[in-house]
């Protein structure tokens, strides 16, 4: 036998000796996915929030159908610019954009917040010459930053839901 072989034979036992489970699928009832289903997310303030929303949509629904509504997502974007590698000149070359989203889940049946936090995310972009060139870059940058505060907030809900799973089963 090789090693390269062994190696992951060993790590799969590993893994499926710790309880190593995956937190999304349809592999059982109850899985994260199946919560998402029954989320409502509520409007966000501002263009960036729209497009927060959409993006939780499409991660959370994953084009499927909304189910009836057990809980509600409330999320509140802040952001902030920081100007990095000034130059002699006194002109900025690169920035960092730093958003953050604080969110709570509710239970709509008891009003109850089950799950609350906050994502954060730093992302560079480059401030050019053109203020043209400059625009679109931070445009691009606001963008990757809802991607991924939507991907992070999904993550943490799959978790909060997971953990809600085990201790009911």
């Known amino acids: 036998m090789s090693y390269k072989f062994s190696a ?6 590993l893994l499926s000796g710790c309880g190593f489970r995956p937190l ?5 009832i109850g899985t994260a996915s199946s919560h ?7 409007s966000i303030k501002d263009r960036d929030g729209q497009q927060l929303r959409n993006e939780l949509i499409r991660r959370l629904y ?7 509504t057990t809980y509600r997502l409330n999320t509140k974007l802040n952001e ?7 130059q002699k000149n006194a002109f900025a070359t690169r920035g960092n954009l730093i ?21 954060r995310v730093t992302v560079s972009y480059n401030i050019l010459n053109s203020e043209f060139a400059s625009l679109l870059s931070e445009k691009n940058a606001r963008e990757r930053a809802v ?7 999904r993550v943490r809900l799959g978790v909060h839901f997971d953990r809600v799973g085990r201790s009911k089963g």
């Not at 994953?62 to 009836?68: D, E, I, S």
């Open 8 to 13: 992951v034979l060993l790590i799969g036992l």
């Open 24 to 28: 999304y699928g349809n592999h059982t």
């Open 36 to 42: 998402f289903l029954h989320i409502e997310i509520n």
């Open 62 to 68: 994953g084009g499927n159908k909304r189910l009836a």
């Open 80 to 86: 902030s610019i920081s100007s990095l590698a000034v």
């Open 99 to 119: 958003k953050s989203a604080v969110f709570s889940l509710i239970n709509t049946d008891t009003g109850t917040k089950q799950f609350s936090g906050t994502s």
């Open 147 to 153: 991607r991924e505060l939507s991907e992070d907030i």
